[in-house]
């Protein structure tokens, strides 16, 4: 079946940043096989035209670091600092999930991460007390493409460690490229401040065993980097890098507080960073040195972290924060030009994670793309500088449609494969089971 996608404006996030005004998109197979002007496209060659009617065409956005089985912790500790906040807020309310809990508010996470253009998310999740196999089949199942982890901690007993390994170990050699390939898994050990160097290195072997990244939040908070000197005498990333956990691939998550030698021991070993702006904004951690991150080479890509620290999955506001916030802490404007912040959050995101299968709009890619109808939209008017208005003026609610592997999973605006009317009510009765 060959589709061709017409009348459209698409943003191709192409070596050469290539937006193509009256274009074509042709997806065979569930992949790119065309991407180009309408003048040079022979129209009968298709089986079917769709029509865009001036829509813009974008890749889908890539989301580098969530937790979506937290989805229904939205709001339930503001205003706090990270460690009081994990401690007495988020760890206690985990420990009362279900299966049940895990799977509604996963579903509510997809819901808000498909209808606002996210077609690819990286996370972690806690895995005390749930089937992480349902979750798994929840997230395969909306025709999402995700690279998915069970998070390892140094927590409880001995049993329950190794408990916490032999799951995780499962679930990453279970799930990986399951539902046609769009589900990945990774290993995932917390951080270095919930994670004793054993486990570190047990991660780094369920890497290595399975050939798959590892993805670790590192380097969010200034007392979390002291508090790495103090427990073993040096900063974060010469940690890991003394336990060998960066002999595989890796990404980790914010990387605010880092050093130039860190940088270039990054930019050494090819480790990409999931960078979180407005989560490191509300949790008061700081602003990450992206800048000089992409100075040094390093592959950024663009996150939202759970919705409990953010509030919401909307990638068009991380993009947007993403973008002001270099300029601003420069007193620089022309930091983080909207090119280069939209690369972040859908190519270069992709590369991040280690699906660079995805990401751009170019010949041979999957066919994960989204639409804007910017008719009738005021703050999307006048149309010429689409970039522009993708990363200054746009939000998740102006998404009309998304696609993964050249599936519909949004169609002006509903999804087709959840059940959202009844995901909303499920996910707020399973949130008044919780004792607060
Ligand atoms: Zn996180």
Known sequence: MKTAYLNGTIVTVNDANEVIHNGVLVVEEGKVTHVGSAEEFDHQSADLLVDLKGKWVLPGLVNTHSHIVMTILRGIGDDMQLKPWLETRIWPMEQQYTTETAKWSTALGLVEMLKSGTTTFSDMFNPIGIDADGVARVIGESGIRSIFSQTLFSFGTEDEQKENVRSAREFAKTWQNEFDGRLKTMAAPHSPYTCTPSMLQEAAKIAEDYHIPVHIHLSETAQEVQKNVDDYGMRPVAHLESLGVFNHPTIIAHGVHLIQEERETFAKYNVAVAHNPVSNLKLGSGIADVSAMLNNGITVGIATDSVASNNNFDMFQELRFAALLQKGAKEDSTKMPAETV?????????????????????VGKEADFITIDPTNKSHLQPTEHVVSHLVYAASGSDVCDVYVKGKALVQNGECTTLDEEKILFEADRVYRNFKK
């Open 342 to 362: 939209l690369r972040l959050a859908t190519k270069d995101g992709a590369k991040a994670i280690r699906i660079p299968e995805t990401g751009s709009l170019e």
